[in-house]
């Protein structure tokens, strides 16, 4: 029996930089390092730090250490808002000033304590319905408690900034191809334009434009990973009006232009199922 919102990932060798999208997330490595590109900010994080999201952002990460012999290997779990709310009011109040909606911070012995017991239910799924919320609240609760914790709780705050920030990132993770007005988001936000655009940048580090583009580009990956040769039908798809604007932005984001960059991430994927296959 799985354990809900827990995710066990392991590499067998460094990657090369990959789109991902960091939904609310708390993360934890115990072999291996990781390096995180989040707009202009780079994060790296190991088997001594965590990395915690409290919005939807756009990344690009890669494994930058990991062997067959001693592979990367992380746990994450997505940070449930309801859950979250349902833990003791005495604790921090959430931030008023919106910092960056991501961070990275230490492990400590009282945070690897309830992981260690929530891994330990994978040899007795049995436990698994009694025990993992009681070890998940535990594990919500030592991040609340952590440096992050003011952060953390405007999750579960329906009236907080982030929250306001959140309504806006939904919007364009929905209509990505849709042409972007910051005037519509901002009034999803509750915020005028400028401050809607301020804020916006303090928790992604990017431009609502920055990432309408990067969410476009990540999609547009996947579609050609999934669609060989099709770089033109995929541009318009995402939302360009130019194949040729579509490859110069793709190509400065993934370095390579999107045929060559879909065709080598193949290849990758191709020589990392044989390492497994050989481990």
Known sequence: MAIPRLHIGKGFAPTDPRPCLYEPTHCLVLQGAKCVLIGDQVLHYDAASYFLAS??????????TASPERPFLA???????????????????????????????????????????????????QDIPALAPLYEREILYRLLRGPQGGMLRQIASADSRLSQIRRSIAWIRTHYAKPLRVEVLAELAGMSASSFHRHFKGVTAMSP?????????????????????????????????????????????FGAPPSRDAARLRGETSRLDQVIGAV
């Open 55 to 64: 919005i939807d952002v756009p990344a690009t990460g890669r494994i930058i």
């Open 75 to 125: 746990l994450s779990l997505a940070l449930d808002p309801l859950t979250l709310a349902s833990l003791p009011l005495d604790l921090p109040p959430p931030d008023d000033d919106l910092r960056a909606g991501f961070a990275i911070s230490e492990v400590t012995p009282e945070l690897v304590d309830p992981w260690l017991r929530l891994l330990r239910l994978l040899d007795a799924p």
């Open 209 to 253: 434009l920055q990432y309408q583009k990067n969410v476009r580009l990540q999609q547009a990956r996947r579609l050609l990973l999934a669609h060989p040769g099709a770089a033109a039908r995929v541009a318009y798809a995402v939302g360009y009006e130019s194949p040729s604007q579509f490859s110069r932005e793709y190509t400065r984001l």
